[in-house]
């Protein structure tokens, strides 16, 4: 039985969430317009003021639109993030007016004041989280809950949150920026009321009511987070983050049942999200995708060549036709283990894409050779090429990573050869047409995939074995006396 949420989240068009008219904006913009003024009004004494909160509220949602239209056209372009947007700055509106009619003359504080900003940047990006930090003090001043120097304290909170959650690539960077988060929350507290106050004693008190408040607005977070990324079908940094960790069940599967393909998802991964920085791309999505890339072989392990250690190998039993059959199985068998384990659909892209259209050469090859008709849409894939630079960066590591792995005596030149090589078929049979790389960032990424490849796969030299004679008399040596 689908739960609450589930529930709420199919009520969401999915495609209507990628574009909006014009049309769809004013009304969400004059709805939620009304909807955060109704609380302004009710505590307003007068018709004049109540009325002067409406003219106030529906101007800040008109610069706001002015704003994202201007500025920011990803989110302007898009009904799910401006109903994001509007949901956060109703949260922002309807919390305010709450905490003022439950907890009057609380200090502001214990109250969560970076939530809403930290959760626009996560959501959507951190320029639009400072624009939530300005609208959350606005509010707070309009309801009577913030005034003097707590505004410039709010404001420093806000910013904290939205700087800290900028960017996290590393779940260390989670705990660092929680830190940063409530250290900073306190700090500005403790100065805010020390300039309101002028008294030590009340300035410590509101210092730790601050840290208070900066600690329930990570836990209010991490609580809140899941929900919208359901809700709104967002894929934000944290849940990537989530996903990349080795204890995930379905890695934790890859890395029990194809042990050889999770070792080669990570190399994979490495080197995609190498290339993902370098180029400017979205690491930790290219990251997260590569990891999870091949999940479709844990079906059948065995008749994969990174699994197949000291093993008798399955496909000299089987027909070229069959054996491509199973391998391009793998694509359609990975969407769907995905799915099943709730994967964001970004991630599920890449797994869909990573082989492309592109053929299984080596069992084309082993046919053509027994003779008799041979079909090359037999041998193809039928994935979907890659429609973005991640699943693009991916696609290549994959196919780099195999090849030079599959390469004898792979010297830095030869590896370069084949990577090269590997590009060059990738462009001539089209896979690369829908990914939006262009030919400058396809010869960094060649050039980083070299050079990370040679660094994993040069030769070793061999370690000496201890022959000599004078060597043997000096282990004699060292024996301890037997007599
Ligand atoms: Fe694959
Ligand atoms: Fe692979």
């Known amino acids: 039985m689908p739960s609450l949420l589930d529930r709420i989240s199919r009520l969401w068009p999915r495609e209507g969430a990628l574009s909006t008219s014009s049309g769809q904006r004013a009304a969400l913009g004059v709805v939620t317009a009304l909807l955060a003024s109704v609380p302004l009004v009710f505590v307003r004494q007068s018709v004049i003021t109540a009325l ?7 101007m800040l949602v008109l610069v706001g639109g002015l704003y994202l239209h201007r500025n920011e056209q990803g989110v302007w372009g898009r009904f799910r993030d401006i109903a994001i947007l509007a949901a956060l700055v109703l949260g922002v509106v309807y919390g305010t007016w ?98 309101e106050s002028g008294t030590l004693q ?19 977070m991490l609580g809140m987070l899941p929900v919208f990324e ?41 080197l995609a999200e190498t290339a993902a920085q370098q180029i400017g791309a979205n690491a930790l999505l290219t990251r997260v995708g590569a990891y999870y890339h091949d999940v479709g072989k844990i079906l059948r392990p065995g008749f994969f060549v990174e699994n197949q250690a000291g093993m008798a190998n ?32 970004e991630v599920v892209e890449i797994v869909r894409q990573h082989h492309g259209t592109s053929m299984v050469m080596y069992f084309y090859n082993k046919a053509a050779a027994a003779g008799g008709p041979v079909f090359e849409a037999d041998f193809r894939y039928s994935g979907e090429r890659p429609r973005s630079r991640e699943a693009a960066l991916v696609m290549l590591a994959d196919s780099c990573e195999a090849a030079v792995r599959a390469t004898s005596k792979p010297t830095p030149p030869r590896i370069e050869e084949v990577v090269r090589k590997v590009v060059a078929q990738k462009l001539a049979d089209h896979q690369l047409d829908l990914s939006n790389l262009t ?13 990370l490849l040679a660094s994993v796969y040069h030769p070793r030299v061999e370690y000496p ?10 282990g004699q040596r060292n024996e301890p006396s037997r007599s």
């Open 98 to 195: 709450l905490s003022a009619l439950i907890l009057p003359g609380v200090p502001p504080y214990v109250l969560p004041i970076p939530l809403a900003p930290i959760l626009a940047t996560l959501l959507l990006n951190p320029r639009v989280g400072i624009l939530v930090a300005v609208v959350g003090v606005g509010v707070g001043i309009l309801f009577g809950v913030l005034d003097g120097a707590h505004v410039v304290g709010s404001l420093l909170a806000g910013a904290a949150g939205v700087t800290a959650m900028g960017v996290i690539s590393e779940r260390s960077r989670l705990i660092s920026a929680g830190g940063l988060i409530v250290t900073v929350t306190g700090a500005s507290a403790l100065g805010a009321t020390l300039i």
């Open 439 to 451: 030919l400058a960032e396809i010869e960094a990424v060649t050039v980083v995939y070299t050079r």
């Open 314 to 345: 399955p496909h000299d039993n089987t027909s070229p036709s069959l054996s491509a059959l199973i391998i391009t199985a793998h694509v359609r068998e990975g969407v769907e283990l995905a799915e099943e384990y709730r994967l964001p659909q």
């Open 52 to 58: 002067a909160d409406i003219v106030l509220v529906s």
């Open 465 to 474: 074995e201890v022959i000599s004679g004078r060597d043997k008399n000096a």
């Open 230 to 270: 359901h809700v709104f079908g967002v894929t934000t940094d944290v849940r990537l983050l989530e996903l990349a960790n080795p204890g995930q069940p379905l890695l934790k599967r890859l890395m029990m049942e194809a042990p050889g393909t999770y070792s080669h998802s990570v190399m994979t991964g490495n």
């Open 202 to 220: 009340q300035a410590i008190v509101a210092g730790g009511l601050g840290l208070v408040g900066g600690a329930l607005t990570v836990i209010l």
